[in-house]
């Protein structure tokens, strides 16, 4: 691939934001897209790996033609990048329909252990995806759930918070790497230390972080770390990766021919063999993205950490515009993802949303499945307008949210 990075000085690199542009034939002439934490846009390697396994011979996993060896290729692919760009175990990647879907069943199969008496934590600061599974799972077997609240003033969530919360019966906290209303990056590594100190497991929700970020679930301390490749450029389907040998206790409700093995046992029905190739193939153009040597693993970690850098950049001349303009700004974290909330005093975020969206700049309002969170930011269920910068925002997107949001402010 045409790589999307030029060094100015050695060992500093710059992100070439149109070079990178040019593999996404959705961004060609088209709208701004700051709806990336919604679901980013997709480069044609990806869409291709999909075409090209689709029209390959393709069968059910197996080793006696080429159509079973292509369906095993596909899914070992998937789990050996999956683990590679989160730092897990390929062993414990469970592929699954959506992040969502893979929660709740693992939340599920947890629960068999868990009675009256345990208790599990969960923070408001997260998306539903990393509460209910957990909250329904606790209240069909009578255990009791406790509630992480964030500082709505900063954003931050305290591991304090978390460590006033846990005891003995704790037997799970689920906290998120990122928020994807406002963007705070929680002190993962110490909330883990306050997790394994009471002898509870790790549940880490990186679906936001994972797209803006270096991530190393081992360095996190997370027993099981969440994500979903349409997040990073990649298809539309979710994965946790747990430590293998934890994954070994649970056993879901699976049919009896299936297979027991782990991670196969989590994973109900036929494995969506072409959305694995493209996860892969997304893992692989993100390894590529900037030039540089080493591992899949090595070169991830120089793209996403470089990637960041300019995100962070972007994020902080994007956001004086914004206060310029007269914008509350609810993302406050000193931590944070490049994924803005705002609001413009006497302006319904749905209008700004919709004006926006006539202009061709895509910029989402609502609280996006972070209710709790934006109900504890006083935002209620309606929140507000979030604008995410993702590798591909170029300035020309950016000067197109400012004058839209100018005409619609002047409106
Ligand atoms: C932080 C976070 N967690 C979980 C989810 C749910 O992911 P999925 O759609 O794969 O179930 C989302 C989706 O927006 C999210 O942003």
Redesign the pocket.
Known sequence: MTTAARTTTPGSTTFDVAAFRAHFPSLHGAAAHFDG??GSQTPSVVADAIARTMTSPLANRGSVTTAERNAEAAVQGARSALADLVGGDPRGVVFGR????VTFELSRAMAKAWGPGDEVVVSRL??D??IRPWVLAAEAVGATVRWADFDPASGELDPGVVGALVSDRTRLVAV?G???LIGTMPDLPAIADIVHAVGAWFFV?G??LTAHAPVDMVAFGADFY?C?P??FLGPHC?AVVGRPELLETLHPDKLLPSSDAVPERFELGTLPYELMAGTTAAIDFLAGAVPSEGSRRERLLTSLAVMQAHEEESRVALEARLVDLGATVWSRAQRRTPTLLVSFAAHDCKDLQRFLGARGVNAPAGS???LEASRHLGLGDAGALRIGLAPYTSEDDVDRLVDGLTAALAG
């Open positions: 934490p919604g959506s992040m969502t879907a997260d998306h995806a990393n998120t990122a928020s994807n929700d679906v936001h969440a979903s349409y997040k979710g996006f499945y972070a």
